[in-house]
């Protein structure tokens, strides 16, 4: 079994979690795909979808799901999403496609979220996948002094453009001992519009795909 059928057994698992009549947040990446395909198979049984990037919003759009605005919702009772790195407490490090902001935003807005993954994602300390911080273009220089001085080797991720306009700085050589304090203490920083913690704001139930089928952590 590859990595991806792992993540589409997680992400066709998901599909349990969607409330019939209701709105759906829908994440970014690979797993956040095949859930979006399974989802389709459903389409008649749902209001439409809130997307967190403009490739969500497409593929959704071409299987014939309405794409509301998160503005126009007033429940969003389910939001799933994939991770690059979750600890045990369900804590995420997000954002290798770089939708980590639009991510947070749905996930926030969400009643519960749900992380779809192949098992390679879960680990004891978060931060060997270098950690997606969204920068404002004109504070790049400031923000990555500032992330050397919390420890950090931030690199900048070449030719990528947020749907945001911004730009997203990797931060290399953390182990991330703390994730809810460091989600905070870079959020402080002048310049940050996001980073790709969600460790005040973890999953609620992580749906982990592996070689013998699909395992639920909450
Ligand atoms: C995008 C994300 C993705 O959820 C994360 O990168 C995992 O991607 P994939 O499902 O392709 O492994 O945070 O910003």
Same mark, same amino acid.
């Given at each position: 079994m590859t990595r991806d +059928?792992?993540? %589409?057994m997680a992400a066709e698992a998901a599909l349990e979690y969607?409330?019939?009549?209701?709105?759906?947040?829908?994440? /970014?990446?690979?797993?956040?795909?095949?859930?979006? &395909?399974?989802?389709?198979?459903? %389409?008649? *049984?749902? &209001?439409? !979808?809130?997307?967190s990037s403009e490739a969500t919003a497409e593929r959704l759009r071409s299987h014939g799901i309405l794409v509301m605005d998160l503005?126009?919702?007033?429940?969003?009772?389910?939001?799933? +999403?994939? !991770? +690059?790195?979750?600890? *045990?407490?369900?804590?995420?490090? %997000?954002?290798?496609?770089?939708?980590? /902001?639009?991510?947070?935003i749905v996930a926030a807005a969400s009643r519960t979220f749900v992380c779809v993954a192949d098992d390679s994602k879960l680990v004891d300390i978060l931060g060997a996948f270098p950690l997606p911080i969204e920068v404002i273009p004109m504070a790049r220089s400031y923000v990555a002094r500032e992330i050397v001085k919390l420890g950090g080797q931030p690199v900048l991720r070449e030719g990528f453009t947020t749907d945001n306009g911004n730009i997203i700085l990797d931060v290399h050589n953390m182990q991330i001992m703390e994730p809810a304090k460091l989600e905070t203490a870079l959020n402080q920083i002048a310049g940050v519009v996001t980073n790709?913690?969600?460790?005040?704001?973890?999953? +609620?139930?992580?749906?982990?795909?592996?070689? &013998?089928?699909? /395992?639920?952590? /909450?």
């Open positions: +059928d792992m993540k %589409k969607v409330e019939a009549g209701s709105v759906v947040g829908v994440g /970014t990446g690979s797993t956040a795909n095949h859930f979006i &395909d399974a989802l389709a198979g459903i %389409k008649h *049984r749902i &209001d439409g !979808a809130v997307a503005n126009e919702v007033v429940e969003l009772p389910v939001y799933v +999403d994939g !991770a +690059d790195e979750s600890n *045990r407490y369900l804590q995420l490090i %997000k954002g290798g496609g770089g939708a980590l /902001t639009r991510e947070k790709g913690l969600f460790a005040n704001r973890p999953a +609620d139930v992580l749906l982990l795909g592996g070689e &013998d089928g699909v /395992t639920k952590l /909450t």
